[in-house]
């Protein structure tokens, strides 16, 4: 069994109206690809489930939930599925801020653009001492890069702006930086890791941003 983590609505349920709670189990066939009904999502860190939603289920003001579970089925590091799923408890929801949300995207970002976009990495470095935050930098270096890079320039060029509206596009554009970026690395490995943790880098970006 793995210790794992689920994300509900506000009222214990997931998209297709089913109840979750304490002790609660779920299972599927165990069969066909990740995103049938053969397989119940879970996450492997809670930091990775709460920046991944906008991209993923999108559940508006969501619950987590500690669970257990054994891996069957996985998609890289960002999320596995189990063929049977229990929820334990409700665990605190991690308070995530949008500039940890851009952090973590450029962050997933830097694994795959370090040695092709330099205009990318010199405005990469000096969004994170601080440097050069402005949006004119960001939509440039948005310009000169693709995929993973694009989406973190995106991400901070959004949070740039004070609205609802904004905060929720940055968080979008991070988690697509971390989906492409994980996709990229898998690729140019053959599968293997390549040295990118997604859960090391969560955990850097909100822990960095907190200070």
């Known amino acids: 069994m793995s210790n794992l983590y689920k994300l509900t609505d506000s ?12 002790g609660v189990s779920h299972s599927g066939t165990g069969k066909g690809e990740l995103c049938g009904p053969g397989w119940i999502h879970a996450y492997e860190h809670p930091l ?3 920046l991944l939603n906008p991209i993923h289920a999108n559940i508006q003001n969501p619950r987590l939930w500690e669970a257990e579970g054994e891996i069957a089925i996985r998609d890289g590091q960002l999320k596995c599925g189990c063929k049977t799923l229990t ?3 409700e665990i605190p929801l991690p308070s995530i801020t949008t500039e940890m949300r851009v952090r ?7 694994h795959v653009c370090l040695r092709t976009c330099s205009t990318w990495k010199a405005w990469a470095d000096k969004w994170l001492s601080g440097e050069d935050r402005s949006v004119e930098a960001a939509k440039a270096a948005a310009w000169a890069s693709y995929d993973a890079a ?8 959004a949070a740039a702006y004070r609205s609802s ?12 930086a971390a989906e492409d970026a ?3 690395v898998y690729r140019a490995s053959w599968g293997k890791c390549c040295g990118m943790n997604l859960a ?10 907190r200070k």
């Open 150 to 157: 694009a989406w973190a320039a995106e991400a901070v060029a």
């Open 48 to 50: 990775i489930a709460v």
């Open 182 to 184: 994980a996709a990229a």
């Open 11 to 22: 009222d214990g349920k997931t998209l297709n109206g089913t109840q979750w709670g304490p």
């Open 87 to 89: 929820t334990i408890r």
């Open 200 to 209: 090391a880098i969560a955990e850097k970006a909100c822990a960095v941003s």
């Open 165 to 176: 509206w904004a905060a929720k596009a940055a968080a979008y554009a991070a988690a697509w």
């Open 104 to 110: 973590f995207a450029i962050l997933c970002a830097q």
